[in-house]
């Protein structure tokens, strides 16, 4: 069995336990029994879906999908009314100046969806959904969309996601 000492005598940051806790303990040296042989083949359950992820070298560098509103050089920030227009502009033109030198509708599924998923997979759903709403159901007639939502898009941008995902 390994020996144990208090944590308090290892010269670690001290923690700040309540007074009805014991001392917790911590073994030295593990045992013949502690340690777990090494396999040399892991169990592999399912689908290896591996290649579906990008390591960082695949990805561009700097890929980003700019945050909404927009802060300008001179640290004002864009208006929330147009941050809808600035979502169009970044699917149809993109900007490199932010960061965009790639179109957003042009990503590859991998790019959103890959070891960059949790941060970027969002931001993307988000601005496809009032990209396509734009789009294909107005054919990109900005007097029929703000006749549409005109309320919720002169209040920003998630105002309108919410708007069009209520209809």
Not at 54 to 59: D, F, G, M, R, V
Not at 82 to 97: A, L, V
């Amino acid at each position: 069995m390994a020996q144990c000492v208090p944590v308090a005598q290892l010269h670690l940051p001290t923690l700040s336990l309540p007074p009805m806790w014991p001392t917790p303990m911590l073994p030295i040296q593990p045992s013949p029994l502690d340690v777990i042989p090494f396999m040399t083949h892991p169990l592999q359950v399912g689908p290896q879906r591996a290649s579906t992820y990008l390591t960082s070298s695949a990805l561009p560098l700097g890929l980003l999908i700019p945050n909404i509103p927009i802060l300008h050089v001179d640290g004002t920030w864009m208006l929330k009314s147009d941050s809808w227009k600035d979502i169009m502009h970044h699917w149809t033109k993109g900007k490199p100046k932010l960061g965009l030198p790639l179109l957003l509708r042009d990503w590859p599924h991998q790019y959103y969806n890959g070891l960059c998923g949790c941060h970027l997979n969002t931001k993307y759903y988000q601005q496809s959904v009032m990209v396509t709403e734009f789009l294909n159901k107005f054919q990109g007639n900005k007097d029929v969309f703000l006749e549409a939502y005109g309320c919720a898009a002169h209040l920003g941008h998630m105002k309108l996601l919410k708007a069009i995902l209520d209809t």
